[in-house]
């Protein structure tokens, strides 16, 4: 099915999987019309009328059989000829098995980390993980440390969330109170340091909610990751292992990582390799561009456009921005003597300038007479987006998800633009 708006029904056998993507200028429908499916391990209700916007790729799976009716404009809509899900089942079912005991023992639940490659289906499978527990009444925490993306946040962070309830199918995670970090970039590379920094800040605060939350304890932690995986990518895996204390690493596609997890990860880590889905396919830079923006426009706006953002000014006195990193110098900069002390994870103050506009910025939770420390290993309360600098008013005008003023007055800038023309 190609190009123009139509309407088909398709009738799937048990374990059948259907495989479906909107065009990038189009819409698309889907209904459940009898017996029973789920999309990445949420259900479908019969009878309801999913929306799928431009782009959206899909795969519908059915246990027992089922009739769905796709309308629309897709680029592809197809019968998968193989399907994954019976072994991601499998691996839901032994997760299953370690919960039990965790629960018999009053112990900690297993522990997930899922890498490999990019444009694998590590989110995916995450995803599907999750909502299999949720669905048998486990509150298990989902780890995104994909800063590039980002499955709970904008791009440029990294963070946690207890998931209480199926992922909607339509929306994103649900929204419950994540705790998010600041890192400021699209790639662990462009700082390593702070990274690691903050993967082990965010393993800490984690580890201390387990002790005080024991459903999500025995629950246990699925994992996402970023797709850098060689060099100091793969030394960063062994660091997010560590900090983490996971006990099960699932490769996607990749049998090099998979050797080398074997190799260097305690004999106590049990490492699993799994195939990627024929469905998944390689994303081009443009593509990752496009979802970096719908994530940030989504998070002002909804998906559907539910959310009503504000827009305000403030002035440059009634803030303080700071940039994580200083650039480093050469030796021959240096005064006679003096060693460079590490600056990955140094604050440096920003003027303000017309150089920060469309520039996203973290909201910090800390007070404005923190100690630098702090300020970078606090989660942030939020994200907002610098629209306009005005140099001859000292202020900026900034869009907000909530009105003015601010909660707080500590500043983080990133890499990430996003330009606001709803």
């Known amino acids: 099915m190609t190009g123009k708006k139509e309407e088909t029904t398709h009738d799937l056998k048990e374990l059948d999987e259907f495989r479906f993507e ?120 989902f780890v995104d440390l994909d800063v590039g993306q980002g499955e709970i946040s904008v791009p440029g962070s990294m963070g946690g969330l207890i998931v209480q309830r199926p992922h909607n199918i339509e929306d994103d995670y649900p929204q419950a109170i994540p705790l998010i970090y600041h890192f400021g970039h699209k790639s662990p590379n462009d700082n390593i340091v702070l990274y690691n920094k903050l993967v082990s800040a965010l393993a800490e605060t984690i580890n201390q909610r387990c002790q005080s939350n024991t459903t999500a304890n025995v629950s246990g932690c699925i994992i996402n990751t970023c797709g850098w995986i060689k060099g100091g990518g793969y030394k960063s895996l062994v660091h997010i292992a560590g900090a983490f204390e996971v006990d099960i690493v699932i490769v996607i596609d990749q049998e090099r990582l998979f050797t080398e997890l074997k190799r260097d990860m305690p004999d106590f880590v049990k490492i699993i390799q799994l195939q990627k889905s024929g469905g998944v396919v390689e994303r081009s830079r443009e593509s990752r561009l496009n979802s970096r923006d719908t994530s940030i426009r989504n998070y002002f706006y909804g998906k559907k456009g539910e959310f009503s953002p504000h827009c305000f000014y403030i002035d440059f006195a009634d803030v303080q921005i700071y940039q994580i990193g200083a650039p480093e110098l050469p030796d021959s900069l240096l005064p006679i003597g003096m060693v460079m002390q590490q600056g990955e994870t140094k604050l440096m103050p920003l003027v303000p300038s017309e150089a920060l506009k469309h520039h996203v910025l973290s909201v910090s939770a800390c007070e404005s007479d923190e100690m630098e420390e702090n300020i970078i290993t606090t989660p942030v309360q939020g994200f907002i987006v610098i629209t306009e600098v005005d140099m001859e008013r000292s202020r900026f005008m900034i869009l907000s998800p909530a009105p003015s003023p601010l909660p707080r007055t500590i500043l983080l800038d990133t890499e990430i633009t996003f330009m606001d023309v709803k």
């Open 22 to 141: 909107v065009e990038s200028s189009g819409l698309g429908t889907l209904e459940l019309i009898s017996g029973e499916a789920e999309i990445f391990g949420t259900e479908l209700v019969q009878n309801k009328v999913y929306t799928f916007p431009a782009g959206s790729k899909a795969a519908v799976f059915t246990f027992k059989g089922c009739t769905i009716k796709l309308v629309g404009s897709f680029e592809v809509a197809y019968m998968a000829g193989q399907t994954p899900m019976l072994t991601y089942m499998n691996v839901h079912a032994a997760l299953e098995q370690l919960r039990n005991q965790a629960a018999d023992k009053n112990s900690r639940g297993p522990r997930v980390l899922i890498t490999g490659p990019k444009d694998v289906g590590k989110s995916t499978l995450s995803r599907i993980l999750v909502n299999y527990a949720v669905r048998v009444e486990r509150i298990p925490i």
